[in-house]
């Protein structure tokens, strides 16, 4: 998923290896291919800046410079500064104190939201929660039918209307369903649009006003990579997101995204999605993600 960039990252620390001291110079140059390692990951440019400022001023130090190990040095400071961009710790679901768990899936039109949502009812069954499907993406032809089906495969009760077009309307009667049933987790796959719109944003906070979700997650295409960080810059804006799931890394995605988006957003990934069948997707360890990133 990384590949890409965990070549990059190694040749750029394979210059300061098998070298005895370092001298401030040597470290600069290999702060530069780090630099254009991340810029080819697609991480933005604001990011790539700070995050080397602060590996820099750690690397630069006595400490590093006379170490018998200098190079080992500069890699363990990449390491813990990778872990601190996406996060440091887990974020873990907010789970209500008194259920149903309520979870929006929000994002653009093709980012896998009605995909993330099956998968992560899949994901809560498997840890022994009983959840329940809501189809309120009622704008795409065929989106609650395909959830419908997701949720037949997944073992997962899928509550929707094909008879009315209101979403929050949906939403509600699902919540209220779930309540009813004694369902501890609620998953609404809201509607997404090719770009913002006002329209959309506006019914997903009538939504939110209504529903009080516990969790907005947000799915980011990983392939669109900074394009996608902006996105969910503007729906954090609109909505206060709680988590950012990133989709697609599997695929020849280069990775910037799951490392800007916290810092671009402030809002923590929560899981990652790595394939198109329900068992695929990962919750997501800032620390196991910087080893991966490293190779
Ligand atoms: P929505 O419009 O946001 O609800 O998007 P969908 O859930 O329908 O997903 C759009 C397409 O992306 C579908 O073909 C999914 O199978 C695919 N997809 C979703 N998540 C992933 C993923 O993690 N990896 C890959 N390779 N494909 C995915």
Do not use: N
């Amino acid at each position: 998923m990384f590949e890409a960039l965990t070549e990059r990252l190694e040749r750029a620390f394979s210059r300061l290896r098998g070298r005895g001291k370092l001298r401030e110079r040597d470290v600069d140059e290999a702060l530069r291919e780090v630099r254009l390692a991340l810029l080819e990951a697609d991480v933005s440019v604001e990011v790539v800046r700070d995050f080397l400022a602060r590996i820099r001023e750690r690397a630069v130090g006595q400490e590093v410079l006379e170490s018998l190990t200098p190079a080992q040095q500069v890699v363990k400071i990449v390491y813990e500064e990778l872990v601190r961009l996406m996060g440091e710790a887990r974020e873990d679901v907010r789970w209500a104190k008194s259920p149903p768990t309520v979870v929006f899936l929000v994002g653009l039109q093709g980012t896998g939201k009605t995909t993330t949502a099956a998968k992560l009812a899949y994901h809560f069954l498997r840890e022994g929660r009983s959840p329940l499907l809501v189809g309120a993406d009622v704008y795409r032809p065929a989106a609650r039918e395909q959830l419908e089906t997701l949720g037949a495969k997944a073992g997962v009760p899928v509550y929707t209307r094909h008879d009315v077009d209101d979403a929050v309307r949906i939403a509600r009667e699902g919540v209220a369903r779930a309540r009813e049933e004694g369902r501890d987790v609620v998953l609404v796959d809201t509607a997404g649009r090719l770009h913002v719109d006002e329209e959309l944003m506006a019914e997903l906070e009538r939504m939110k006003a209504e529903l009080a979700p516990h969790e907005i997650l947000f799915t980011l295409d990983a392939m669109a990579g900074q394009d996608a960080v902006r996105v969910a810059r503007e729906f954090h804006g609109r909505l206060a997101l709680t988590g950012v799931v990133v989709t697609k890394l599997d695929g020849d995605s280069r990775g910037g995204a799951v490392l800007s988006v916290r810092a671009v957003t402030g809002a923590p990934v929560k899981f990652v999605a790595v394939g198109e069948k329900l068992e695929d997707l990962e919750p997501f360890y800032p620390d196991r993600m910087a080893q991966r990133i490293l190779g």
